[in-house]
């Protein structure tokens, strides 16, 4: 059994920042995923890509609206992925989701089809 929880949220005022968490629990087995991804998904609108990092660290992606301001990272040792926000803006009001493809599959995706593991989200406010 292979469980994300997000964690970090909150509310924030513009320009401020946050750090979300996603750590994975996998029941105390070993068990390898592969890429991770970050999601959102604001009131009324469908699920987007923020950012991605794919298994191994060497290849990173963001969503053109988040370039320059948010930044992905993952720590192995903790089974951890980090996003840090900057400069928040009230547009990226949403719930965040964490999302990670199965072992095989090391690159990282920006459709969501492509996960297979998803987390409960965590909730972002920014306030203007």
């Known amino acids: 059994q292979v469980r994300l929880v997000e964690s970090g949220g909150g509310l924030v005022q513009a320009g401020g920042s946050l750090r979300l968490s996603c750590t994975t629990s996998?029941?105390?087995?070993?068990?390898?995923?592969?890429?991770t991804g970050w999601f959102r998904q604001a009131p009324g609108k469908e699920r987007e890509f923020v950012s991605g990092?794919?298994?191994?660290?060497?290849?990173?992606d963001y969503a053109d609206s988040v370039k320059g301001r948010f930044t992905i990272s993952k720590d192995n040792a903790k089974n951890t992925v980090y996003l840090q926000m900057n400069d928040l803006k009230s547009e990226d009001t949403a719930v965040y989701y964490c999302?990670?493809?199965?072992?095989?599959?090391?690159?990282?995706?920006?459709?969501?089809?492509?996960?297979?593991?998803w987390g409960q989200g965590t909730q972002v406010t920014v306030s203007s």
């Open positions: 990092i794919s298994r191994n660290g060497g290849t990173i």
């Open positions: 999302a990670a493809r199965s072992y095989l599959y090391g690159m990282l995706a920006t459709t969501e089809g492509n996960y297979d593991y």
């Open positions: 996998t029941s105390g087995r070993t068990f390898s995923l592969g890429a």
